[in-house]
């Protein structure tokens, strides 16, 4: 065994016994040495003290490009990998193996920004428009429920976690419970706040259990507080009902929901502030999404756009 094979060997040891990863963890650290061992082997090298920053980033490429026994790795996986490697030269430094952290210049790949995915008003009207069979107290909760969703951009676990007295239905105003305990108010729009009125006079009291009783404003059918995986179900039977065949989520409302208010002219920090984000930044992924939208119009309406 190499001098570098049984490093990597004790840094496993470490990893497992003083750190505690979990097994899923541990086994995905010691695949990515394990390669990046016989990668280092590969260029003649067999002992910690002789690896060079080109190593390092000879290994990136080798994970990006592969080779005869492994496929190209997106940036995700790569970046993955290289989490590992540097985590190991750092424990090579700090047991005092090596005398300088090759790896401390080596960036992670980033990967590329997905752009969240809206659904054009039509699509969110058919699915509001589908929710369950019409006049039955279930079809009421989940209209109430999309309505809701799409008319405040609350995250599913915000809408689910709503209590009667969160609402303020004459104001027009609900209390959202957002992350780290955030809280904030935001307006809700007539649909949205007809949609819980007619839910909550003709359809919720039927739901409500004697024996456990709740404020929550969503119920399931034993009269408990609805979940999270019970109103992802929902949206996305209303979104088959609806002939929608894109891909759809909870957040999918919540994207839509910011775009729509983007393209209608609202402000970003007005959108940051309902969305209840913490810096304006994540927020402003959503205006890449109007300028797309609008480089398209351009491209198709402007008579000089494109040769």
Do not use: C
Not at 15 to 32: F, H, I, K, M, Q
């Amino acid at each position: 065994m190499s001098d570098l094979d049984r490093a990597v060997l004790d840094y496993l040891s470490h990893l497992g016994v003083e750190r505690g990863l979990a097994d899923n963890t541990l086994n995905s650290y010691r695949r990515d040495l394990r390669r990046y061992a016989t990668h280092l082997a590969g260029r003649g090298i067999d002992a910690p003290g002789a690896i060079a920053e080109t190593d390092v980033l000879s290994f990136l490429g080798a994970l990006r490009t592969g080779d005869a026994d492994h496929p190209p790795l997106g940036a995700a996986s790569a970046a993955r990998a290289v989490v590992a490697v540097r985590g190991f030269h750092k424990f090579l430094l700090r047991e005092r193996l090596v005398e300088a952290d090759v790896s401390a210049a080596v960036k992670p790949p980033r990967p590329a920004s997905r752009l969240p995915k809206a659904l054009p008003l039509s699509d969110v009207e058919a699915i509001l428009a589908a929710a369950g069979a019409p006049g039955t107290t279930l079809a009421k909760r989940d209209q109430a429920l999309l309505e809701v969703l799409y008319g405040t951009g609350a995250r599913i676990s915000e809408a689910v976690g709503l209590d009667v007295d969160d609402l303020d239905l004459t104001d027009g105003s609900v209390l959202l419970r957002g992350k780290g305990g955030k809280q904030r108010i935001v307006p809700i729009g007539s649909f949205a706040r007809a949609a819980v009125e007619d839910y909550l006079t003709a359809g919720r009291s039927a739901l409500v259990s004697a024996k456990a009783s709740t404020p929550a404003v969503f119920l399931n059918a034993r009269g408990g507080r609805l979940s999270r995986q019970s109103a992802w179900v929902v949206l996305v039977k209303a979104a088959q009902r609806a002939g929608i065949t894109t891909e759809v989520s909870p957040h999918t409302l919540r994207h839509s929901f910011a775009t729509h208010l983007l393209d209608g002219g609202a402000d970003v920090r007005v959108v940051q502030e309902l969305l209840g984000h913490a810096s304006v930044t994540t927020t402003q992924v959503y205006t890449l999404v109007t300028v797309e939208k609008l480089r398209e119009i351009y491209a198709t309406a402007h008579p000089r756009a494109s040769r």
